[in-house]
């Protein structure tokens, strides 16, 4: 791999992070609006970038019937996992809820197992024990700790898309296009959540708007920049600088909404970060020696 490339990886998986750490940011400014209704507009801008990018490459979104049911997994577990993360924002400091959301990753290897069967290796068992001592942390477990139900549920988020990549990597590997997973995605999410909105909506003002269109655009510049990344290097070399979110999290929760994480907060961050670094190294090595 020439280094320009992996440089240009670096950077656009850098770029993705800022602009997730921003799409957070835009679903805590939309303010007090049920988490159906925020969810719903994010994933109305992905459908909408999906389909005119689906039409310009005149690409059919057919997926062949055998590979339906890991799509609809995909699909009700990446919008649940959307569901819970932003009940999280809305409910934690920023970081804590972009932190708990990075451990999917972790789950994605467990459903790895359980589901496609692939073996963990000593060394990523001790990454994912790792990662969730540092949740520990970050979530504080305690029946007086008033940020318990909606640390659990960000933790949920997590699993919800560790599953969710678990059927896009099921996906892919039988030749399902990109594109095409997120189009379905975005609007399974869309119909789902629709009843739901209409049920529980709240009146939404013109700066409301724009800040909820805004997260979905970022939304869709972090998934554009993160798929471009990984077309200019592999994820076992890039893949440990989607963390640097965690950082953009903190500045623009400091700079916006005065957050300031406390001490165990920041060991978590530390220690779901380091187990990131260890499987970066694993994963390196291991493409290494393939």
Not at 178 to 197: K, R
Request: hydrophobic content about 55%; proline content about 4%.
């Amino acid at each position: 791999m020439k280094q320009e490339n992996y440089v240009k990886g670096m950077i656009m998986i850098i770029l993705s992070a800022f602009f997730f750490a921003c799409m957070n940011v835009s679903v805590r400014l939309a303010g007090d609006l049920p988490t159906m209704q925020k969810s719903f507009f994010r994933n109305l801008v992905a459908a909408v970038f999906a389909a005119v990018i689906l039409i310009r490459s005149r690409t059919a979104p057919r997926v062949n019937k055998r590979y339906w049911p890991p799509l609809a997994m995909r699909c009700l577990f990446g919008t649940l996992g959307i569901l819970c993360n932003y009940y999280a924002i809305d409910h934690l400091l920023v970081a804590d809820a972009s932190i708990l959301n990075k451990l999917s990753p972790f789950f994605a290897i467990i459903f790895s197992f359980l589901i496609l069967k692939e073996k963990i290796k000593p060394a990523q068992a001790a990454c994912v024990l790792l990662a969730f001592a540092g949740c520990l942390f970050v979530v504080k477990p305690g029946f007086q700790n008033a940020a318990l139900i909606p640390a659990l549920i960000g933790v949920c988020g997590g699993l919800g898309a560790g599953i969710a990549y678990t059927m896009v990597r099921v996906l892919g590997t039988h030749g399902v296009k990109g594109p095409v997973i997120v189009f379905y995605f975005s609007m399974f999410s869309c119909v789902f959540l629709l009843p739901w909105m209409i049920l529980d909506f709240a009146p939404m003002t013109a700066k409301q708007l724009v800040t909820l269109l805004m997260a979905g655009l970022f939304a869709a510049g972090g998934q554009f920049t993160i798929t471009t990344a990984y077309t200019y290097a592999p994820a076992g070399k890039i893949s440990i600088f989607d963390y640097s979110q965690i950082i953009f999290a903190t500045l623009l929760g400091f700079l916006l909404f005065g957050e300031i994480p406390d001490g165990l907060s920041f060991i978590g961050y530390a220690l779901i970060i380091l187990a990131s670094l260890g499987m970066f190294i694993y994963n390196k090595r291991a493409a290494e020696k393939a």
